[in-house]
């Protein structure tokens, strides 16, 4: 894992040798890291994280244990980031064992001027909205590819039992939805809950909070990627101008 720093506005990374080059990130990832950074920078010592999951926060994960800050631990929300926090030495909790998280970040693939998310492009996002629930403030780490309008250009997941997966599809169908059961290495994904993922094409989300109250009853949904409720307190939103803080 590469050790990246910031100075002078660039983005640096230790080489074997300990000196310090122009990062050759992409400039996607150059934002994914800038805003990272800017979380860290928002989290108080002492106090409890959530941890999302997704490239951007890799960033941060990795921002976190070399920040060296002196937080009470973190509550991660997939298996990849439980490992990747422990792989840098940053403690680890159980959702049951921290009532109260004082922080929970993480990515989006979508992100509205409300603060409302489309999420779980990872297959993350039952435990996602576990943490954040669970998390007095969300801060939502993404660059400037994410922001739009209106919710629904990506491609919505959500989580299901198998069994339902047939009726799901037509009741998408029905609102005009394409879902169609996420695939990996030619078979259905499974996610960290041993559960499969729809991905639905050609929705355009007007109503975020009764969307998400309407599908999470449908019977076989157990997560709709769609964070309303859950939505972000600030967005920290990276592009070429800088970090933009945009709070809810
Ligand atoms: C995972 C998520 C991620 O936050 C979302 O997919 C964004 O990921 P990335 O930072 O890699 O673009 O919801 O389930």
Redesign the pocket.
């Known amino acids: 894992m590469k050790t990246l720093i910031f100075f002078n506005n660039r983005l640096l990374y230790e080489t074997k040798k300990r000196n310090y080059r122009v990062s050759s990130l992409s400039s996607q990832d150059q934002l994914?890291a800038m805003v990272a950074q800017k979380a860290v920078e928002l989290i108080k010592p002492q106090t409890w994280v959530g941890v999302?999951?997704?490239?951007?926060?890799?960033f941060f994960i990795d921002a976190l244990a070399q920040s060296g800050l002196d937080i009470l631990g973190t509550v991660s929300?997939?298996e990849a980031s439980t490992q990747r926090l422990k792989h840098l030495g940053v403690q680890v909790f159980s959702s049951e064992e921290v009532p109260v998280l004082d922080v929970y970040v993480?990515?989006?693939?979508e992100i509205d001027p409300k603060g409302y998310m489309i999420?779980?492009?990872?297959?993350?996002?039952t435990r996602?909205k576990i943490v954040a629930a669970q998390s007095k403030s969300f801060i939502c780490?993404?660059d400037q590819s994410?922001w739009v309008e209106t919710l629904g250009h990506f491609p919505l997941?959500v989580e299901i039992i198998p069994m339902a997966a047939t009726r799901l599809i037509e009741r998408f169908r029905d609102l005009g939805g394409q879902a169609q059961v996420r695939l990996k290495d030619g078979r259905p994904l499974i996610t960290d809950n041993q559960q499969h993922i729809l991905d639905v094409r050609g929705l355009s989300i007007k109503d975020p909070l009764g969307f998400e109250s309407m599908v999470s009853q449908w019977p076989g949904v157990i997560t709709v990627?769609v964070f309303a409720h859950q939505k972000a307190s600030v967005c920290l939103l990276g592009s070429s101008d800088g970090v933009k803080t945009i709070t809810f």
Do not use: Q, Y
């Open positions: 994914k999302g999951t997704g490239s951007t926060v890799n929300s997939s993480d990515g989006a693939d999420k779980g492009g990872g297959a993350a996002l996602e780490i993404v994410k997941p990627g």
